[in-house]
């Protein structure tokens, strides 16, 4: 015997395929459409790993004090990290932006855009109540493997997107310092690699 369609479902199946049809193809592994609930990363610098000549990778400088405390440097061997170069992916909007969050203090990274001079834009490790606009940032694939940070940062009825930059040219405790502060087409100073850590456990509570 035929067996015909109710108009429920056939209603349900018409919602399923346009339902498929308007969503974006996923590929495997992608970490923008992959909702991280601790997975763990170390972000190695391309600019800063040309300069040292071996790969160096982002650190957060959680023993500074003041508006320098968890700052992010590009500064350590890649293949010596400990918490500190380590970082949790993470997305409230469905992997639209990632969040990193520092194995180090818990604390989720922040651009720092009331800061000024050299500091304008500074990343830190620093926001423990939840994500914000301030810790929201885009990855964009730059090919090779490479991706740059781009950061939307609103204020007063202007929009700007700032790329996230590792000062090499800086000295001293500012040598490497990430920066949301490019505009335009990102060079090697703009260029990162997450490298994923398979260890087990999950980030600390933030505090």
Known sequence: MRRTLGLGALFNLLLTLITLSGAPSALAGDILTEKSAGRKYKIESKAASAEAGKPIC????????????????????????????????????????????????????SAEFHDSGSHFGMLRARKGDGIG???????????????????????????TKYYVSAEINSTGSDEGLLRARKTGTPGSWELFKLHRIDSEGVPPAAS
Do not use: M
């Open 58 to 109: 982002v650190s957060a400088e959680i023993h500074d004090s003041g508006n320098q405390y968890g700052k992010l440097r590009a500064r350590t061997d890649c293949n010596d990290i400990g918490s500190w170069e380590t970082f949790a992916l993470h997305t409230n909007d469905k992997g639209e932006t990632a969040t990193l969050r520092s194995e180090a203090n818990g604390l989720y990274v």
């Open 133 to 159: 606009n301030w810790e929201k940032f885009e990855i964009v694939p730059q090919g090779g493997g490479w991706f740059a940070l781009r950061y939307t940062f609103s204020e007063g009825g202007t929009t």
